[in-house]
């Protein structure tokens, strides 16, 4: 059974850092974070494939980076820069096959089939 268990969310103030993770039972190829602030939908926020290459929502270009460490199945989202547009609930998720051959958004949650759990972050200004 595929287990992804998010850590590393917290209240900070605007223009700090945290840094998410996210440990997975699963092989972690083709991985994203998203997230979903009270009375808004899911956002897609940054994904990354197989092959390391990655995709970011405009919200968080140059904020936000994803990376993934294959040995240990960990997932990770460095995010600097925080706002309070930030505060929401994140998430990780696996996409279990591949992206060839797909011509949509990879930044839709619909295409992940396993998901954690969740870490809180807040930003206050």
């Known amino acids: 059974q595929v287990q992804l268990v998010e850590s590393g969310g917290g209240s900070v103030q605007a223009g700090e850092s945290l840094r998410l993770s996210c440990a997975s039972t699963?092989?972690?190829?083709?991985m994203g974070w998203f997230r979903q602030a009270p009375g808004k939908e899911r956002e897609g926020v940054a994904r990354?494939?197989?092959?390391?290459?990655?995709s970011y929502a405009d919200s968080v270009k140059g904020r936000f980076t994803i990376s993934k460490d294959n040995a240990k199945n960990t997932l990770y989202l460095k995010m600097n820069s925080l706002k309070p547009g930030d505060t929401a609930m994140y998430y990780c998720?696996?996409?279990?096959?591949?992206?060839?051959?797909?011509?949509?958004?990879?930044?839709?949650?619909?295409?992940?089939?396993?998901w954690g759990q969740g870490t809180q972050v807040t930003v206050s200004s």
């Open positions: 998720a696996i996409r279990r096959g591949g992206w060839v051959g797909f011509d949509g958004d990879m930044l839709d949650g619909s295409e992940y089939d396993y």
């Open positions: 699963y092989s972690i190829y083709c």
């Open positions: 990354i494939d197989s092959d390391g290459r990655t």
